[in-house]
Nanobody, 126 residues
Framework: QVQLVESGGGLVQAGGSLRLSCAASGRTSRTYAMGWFRQAPGKEREFVSLINWTGGRTYYADSVKGRFTIDRDNALNTLYLQMNSLKPEDTAVYFC???????????????????WGQGTQVTVSS
């Protein structure tokens, strides 16, 4: 069984930075694509950023491109999201997720991910 545990969320002022981490245990994550998603109150869960199994390919939502950076350390089974120039509209619960398929490319649909963390709250004040 896979367990994903996020950390690093918190309250920050607009323009500030946070770095989220997601530690994976159980099934090794190193051969699976992973991603960060977020969900604001009253809204559907949306993809933020994805990374393939090698870390060589990444993909970002237009709303975070140029401000967020996704990375992974397969030796540590850990996924990261560096968030800079945060805006109030970035406020949400952030989830990490592991794809249901090994190797392959990137899929921004939530149904392509079969393991999810419990989420970490990010709040950006104006």
């Amino acid at each position: 069984q896979v367990q994903l545990v996020e950390s690093g969320g918190g309250l920050v002022q607009a323009g500030g930075s946070l770095r989220l981490s997601c530690a994976a245990s159980g099934r090794t994550s190193r051969t699976y694509a992973m991603g960060w998603f977020r969900q604001a109150p009253g809204k559907e869960r949306e993809f933020v950023s994805l990374i393939n199994w090698t870390g060589g390919r990444t993909y970002y939502a237009d709303s975070v491109k140029g401000r967020f950076t996704i990375d992974r350390d397969n030796a540590l089974n850990t996924l990261y999201l560096q968030m800079n120039s945060l805006k109030p509209e970035d406020t949400a619960v952030y989830f990490c997720a592991q794809a249901s398929y090994q190797f392959g490319g990137l899929n921004l649909n939530t149904w392509a991910y079969d393991h999810w963390g419990q989420g970490t709250q990010v709040t950006v004040s104006s």
